[in-house]
């Protein structure tokens, strides 16, 4: 039986890049996104790739949505399919924050995002994750409370440093079954989020994160690692 890989956030940005490069190795992806109706690109990729590519609707900050994609799993995907690799991609940024103008709306719509949404997530499909999957969520050296230098994005910078205590917690968690878990920084990046003056294609980051993952052994769960598989200080 083929294991699947499941990606959030997947109509832009690096989710898409994940997507079209795990259709590309012949792989079976279950994309999800909040809109399906409007991700043009992913439709266009289920289209030439039929069976291979399957799309949901997920919201990972909505705790009806991911029980909803838990129950259409079975449906979406083969009798039996499994997760081989859950990619905890979706995420936001809420830029232009200042000290003594912060605003609770974007420091709980970044935890929500950003932290609930994957854990919560990753809990509710850990009965669907093979045995010796791969969780990857993806993190940012900007939640690296060792390398934080000045003040910038907080809500993003606090919700990233949770994650990577999620993603400790998830490896812990799931140790048991072999099942990998780690954070992952894709270096600086030219999607919408990263802007256009990033260092990184999408197809360069995504290519590194993908080897970094295949590389992964039981030692690694519970780290912090960028793109070229470098450690990242906590
Ligand atoms: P983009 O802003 O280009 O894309 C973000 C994706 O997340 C979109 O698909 C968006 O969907 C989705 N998303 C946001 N909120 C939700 C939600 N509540 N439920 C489901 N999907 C949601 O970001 P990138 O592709 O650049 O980033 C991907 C990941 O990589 C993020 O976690 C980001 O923090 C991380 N990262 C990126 C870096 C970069 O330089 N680009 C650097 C470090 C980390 P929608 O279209 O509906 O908004």
Redesign the pocket.
């Known amino acids: 039986m083929t294991d699947w890989t499941l990606v959030?956030?997947?109509?832009?940005?690096?989710?898409?890049e994940f997507v079209r490069q795990v259709l590309a190795d012949d792989g079976h992806v279950l994309a999800?996104?909040?809109?399906p109706g409007k991700a043009t690109a992913l439709n266009h990729l289920a289209a030439e790739h039929p069976g291979h590519l399957k799309i949901l609707p997920?919201?990972?900050?909505?705790t009806r949505s991911r029980d909803e994609l838990v129950r259409e799993w079975p449906l979406a995907t083969a009798e039996g399919a499994r997760i081989g690799l859950l990619v905890n991609?979706?995420?936001?940024?809420h830029g232009g924050e200042r000290f003594g103008a912060l605003e609770a709306a974007g420091l709980e719509d970044s935890l929500r995002?950003?932290v609930v949404?994957p854990l919560l997530l990753t809990q509710a499909l850990a009965p669907l994750l093979a045995d010796g999957a791969r969780v990857a969520n993806?993190?940012?050296?900007?939640g690296s409370i060792a390398n934080t230098t000045h003040f910038g994005t907080p809500s993003?910078a606090i919700s990233?440093a949770a994650l990577n205590m999620a993603t400790v917690q998830l490896a812990h968690a799931l140790r048991p079954r072999g099942i990998v878990v780690v954070a992952l920084?894709?270096?600086?990046?030219r999607?919408?989020?990263?802007g256009a003056r990033?260092d990184e294609t999408?197809e360069d980051a995504v290519a590194g994160l993908r080897r970094v993952i295949a590389g992964l052994d039981d030692a690694a769960s519970g780290r912090f690692l960028d793109w070229t598989g470098a450690a990242l200080p906590w």
């Open positions: 959030t956030g997947a109509n832009r940005g690096l989710g898409l999800t996104c909040r809109h997920l919201d990972v900050g909505d991609n979706a995420g936001v940024l995002t950003n949404g993806l993190s940012s050296q900007l993003y990233k920084h894709p270096g600086w990046v999607t919408d989020m990263g990033a999408p």
